[in-house]
């Protein structure tokens, strides 16, 4: 899987069976991989979001995580900006290095930094949320002065 670019349909369906028989780790470690390094569509990830579906193999909240960090690199990878909603999700699943990065590309909406706030003492990854946070002005700010 390493050398390929992409996985194909008749390597997805081979690994999804093998799950299915074996139900080992590293087997959907290696599903889990392949969300994270975009190396499956967005047809193949409704194909494994339906097996997780009919047989709850998968760890449904990694899969959910990862699968929402897939679509939204791929949305940055067409030129859109996530709206609010996304970035909601995003938050809510603590998918975090993505919302950086998204926030760094300047692929987010205008109307979602206002979702950002200052974590509390003590919260959990409350250096994570601040650097977001810390992001989300920098992005406002530039909007604010490409208006003016």
Do not use: C, W
Not at 95 to 108: G, W
Not at 115 to 135: D, M, Q, T, V, W
């Amino acid at each position: 899987m390493d050398e390929k670019e992409s996985l194909d349909g008749h390597l997805l369906s081979e690994i999804l069976n093998k799950y299915k028989e074996k139900r080992l780790l590293a087997i959907e470690s290696v599903i889990i991989t392949a969300i994270k390094e975009d190396k499956v569509s967005i047809t193949q990830l409704g194909t494994i979001r339906e097996f997780f579906n009919n047989h709850g193999l998968l760890s449904e909240k990694v899969f959910s995580k990862e699968s929402l960090s897939l679509q939204a690199r791929l949305k940055s990878k067409n030129g859109q900006k996530l709206n609010r909603t996304e970035v909601e999700k995003l938050y809510a699943r603590e998918a975090y290095r993505t919302l950086q990065f998204m926030l760094q590309d300047e692929k987010v909406d205008p109307a979602a930094l206002e979702i950002f706030e200052r974590p509390e003492a003590g919260e959990k990854n409350r250096k994570l949320k601040a650097s977001l946070l810390e992001e989300a002005q920098k992005l406002l700010q530039k909007y604010r002065s490409d208006e003016s």
